[in-house]
Every structure is written in C-alpha cells, then in structure tokens.
C-alpha cells in the first residue's frame, strides 16, 4: 500500500494520524510501503467566521498536531499560547467572549482570512498553511485537504424553553463551546452541504486509494459532514480500496466530545455496533468494508459481522503513539485478508 486516505475530525482523527505516522516511520503497519503518502481529507463543516476571521478548527487541529505545534493539553490552539488580543476583545466588550483566539493561532486566521479574500479557494489556502506546518518533519508525508472549498456551516437545534417553537438553533461552535454539548440536541443541520462540491483532489484521494480509513472521529459531525458532501459517499463506495473504520465509542460511551449527544440526536443508538451499522456495508449501500470496536466491545462483533461487515475487537485507547499505531495496523489486517 502506497497510498492511505484518512477522513478527519479534529482531536480524535489528529491523534489517530499521529499514531499512523509513527506506524509508518517504525515500518509496523502490515502491507503499508515506508515511502506510503497519507492524504486527509478532514471535515470543514465546524468553521465559522468571528472577528472577521474565518477559523477552521478541525483542519487547524489536524495541521498543528502534525506539525507539533498543537497546545497537547487543550488539544486545539497553539502551544505556548498567549491570549492579550482575546483580553484586550473582551476589554472592548466584543461578542462573543466565550470563544478564545490566542495570539499565535491569530496569525494563521489572519493569513487564512486575507487569502480567502483576495480570492484564494480554501484548498489553495489550506495548501499555503501546510507549507510551514507539513514542511519535512513530522507530517512530511501528508497532504491536508479540506473536503470542500464551499462554505458549510453545522447548526444544532437545542431544547429552548423560552422560544416560541421550544427549540434554538445555534452554531454547532455555540451548542460545543458555550453551551458545553449540555443542553438537549434534537436535531443537526449542516447548512450548505448539499450544494457544496468536493475540493480539488478530495475524490481522487478515495478513489485513487490502497486504502480508506474513517478514524475514530464524531461519527456526525465530522465524519458524517463529510460524507454528506455530493461526491464524497459515492467515491467511498466506489473505491478499490478497502474502507475499514474504528469505532469512536467505546463501552457504550464516547471517548472525547460529544458523539453520544449528536448520535442521540440523529437516533442512532450509542455503541460501537450501533456506529458501525450506522455507516454500514458497502455491499448493502454503507462505506465499511471493516470496524474495528474495542476489545471491551467484543461481544457487538458479531452484531457488526450479521450486517455484513468485517469486525474485531482489539484496544482502541489512544494512549500513546506505540498503542495508536498498533490501532492502525490492527485495522489494516482487518481489511487486508479480506
Ligand atoms: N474550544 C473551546 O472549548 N473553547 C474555545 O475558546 C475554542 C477556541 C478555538 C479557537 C480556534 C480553534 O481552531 C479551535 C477552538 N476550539 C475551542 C476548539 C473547537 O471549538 C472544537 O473543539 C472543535 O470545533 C470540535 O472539533
């Protein structure tokens, strides 16, 4: 294998990357050349505009974590962050306070903003970040793609006692950050994906793949947006490659974020079956040739195995890189002795 092709979330696909990577350079993914290029395709559908910028957290995430410059506690923003221009906001009683842009992350915001402007396609511009970020070094063999250079925005409809109608609709930044994923989610609206179109090289990446990874990222939010793009669920299925998926949830619960709340939201029952099912056999209109769920979830396997898709249990803790790449290749030989 040649060439993997990751869909992206933010903290949960990053830190799947990093694992990845680590299994190529230390040569224990089976099968995969240690020359192989990864492309991510990663999810674009959480950006949002404030201060007049235009912020893309999950490519962000992805791009930093890469490149070793990610803040490892927080799991977004800049390491080593300062925050004077978010102080200074505040200061002048500019809304929203709740959501911070550290001084350092400003900048890429800036370069982002002022390029998207002078009429730079949010690829190209993704493309001109990654220079500094993909450049030899950690990620040297990665290409970061957003899935599409169209402007999508994912809006949340939460339970709202003093609206008319009972329900808001807010930013799915605003129902994370502000309101913390706590108030009940009915519904998730991704407004200007239907009409939006893959970025350049997105389904070339899938169809031209040894191999298609869906990683442990919001099976909703992240990976769902994803493939509700015109184009992108039609590539997966289409594809050569194997596609093989790692469940986000793990003993019935999400390991980080919100997956269990926007799971909920949409109906799909919380567990590592119920997400594996929930994308579902290529052979029967799904994406998934393989899942792998946790080894505490081994007795869904043959729940998986009954829709017609390869399924173990094996660790899925993202503790370190050694246990991550071990992940990866786990997935690998799921799909490669198929
Ligand atoms: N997450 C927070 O919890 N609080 C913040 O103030 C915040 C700011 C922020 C700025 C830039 C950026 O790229 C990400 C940021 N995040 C923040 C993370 C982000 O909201 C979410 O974790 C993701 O969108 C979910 O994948």
């Not at 800036?110 to 009429?119: D, K």
Request: hydrophobic share 45%; net charge negative.
């Amino acid at each position: 294998m040649e060439k993997l092709t990751v869909l992206s979330g933010g903290m949960g696909g990053a830190k799947f990357l990093q694992g990845l990577l680590h299994g190529l350079r230390s040569g224990l993914l089976p099968g995969v050349a240690p020359e192989a290029e990864v492309t991510v395709i990663a999810n674009n559908g959480d950006d949002w505009w404030i201060h007049g910028l235009k912020v893309c957290p999950d490519l962000d995430t992805v791009m930093y974590t890469l490149g070793d410059g990610i803040d490892p506690d927080r799991g977004w923003g800049r390491r080593a962050e300062t925050w004077s221009a978010k102080e200074e906001l505040a200061a002048y009683g500019v809304e929203p306070t709740w959501f911070g842009l550290g001084d350092r992350d400003i900048a890429t915001h800036l370069v982002r903003t002022q390029m998207l402007e002078a009429g730079y396609p949010l690829s190209a511009v993704t493309e001109a970040l990654c220079r500094r970020w993909l450049a030899p070094g950690y990620g040297d063999r990665v290409r970061l793609l957003p899935m599409t250079d169209d402007r999508v925005e994912t809006h949340v409809a939460v339970e709202d006692p003093d609206s008319p109608s009972g329900l808001r609709v807010v930013h799915f930044q605003e129902y994370w950050v502000r309101l913390r994923a706590e108030v009940a989610a009915r519904t998730v609206a991704v407004v200007g994906l239907e009409e939006s179109r893959p970025a350049p090289g997105v389904v070339e990446a899938i169809t031209g793949a040894d191999l298609v990874v869906l990683p442990p990222s919001n099976p909703v939010v992240s990976v769902g947006t994803i493939l509700g793009v015109p184009g992108i669920r039609e590539a997966v299925r289409e594809t050569a490659a194997p596609v093989v998926g790692l469940s986000p949830i793990v003993g019935d619960r999400h390991v980080r974020g919100m997956a269990e709340q926007m799971l909920t939201s949409i109906g799909v029952e919380v567990s590592a079956a119920g997400v594996g099912l929930h994308y579902g056999a290529r052979a029967a209109g799904g994406v998934l040739d393989g899942w792998l769920v946790d080894e505490r979830d081994a007795g869904q396997v043959e729940r998986v195995r009954a829709g017609g898709i390869a399924c173990a249990a094996v660790p899925l803790m993202m503790t370190d890189h050694d246990a991550t790449a071990a992940m990866a290749a786990a997935a690998i030989e799921l799909v490669a002795t198929q």
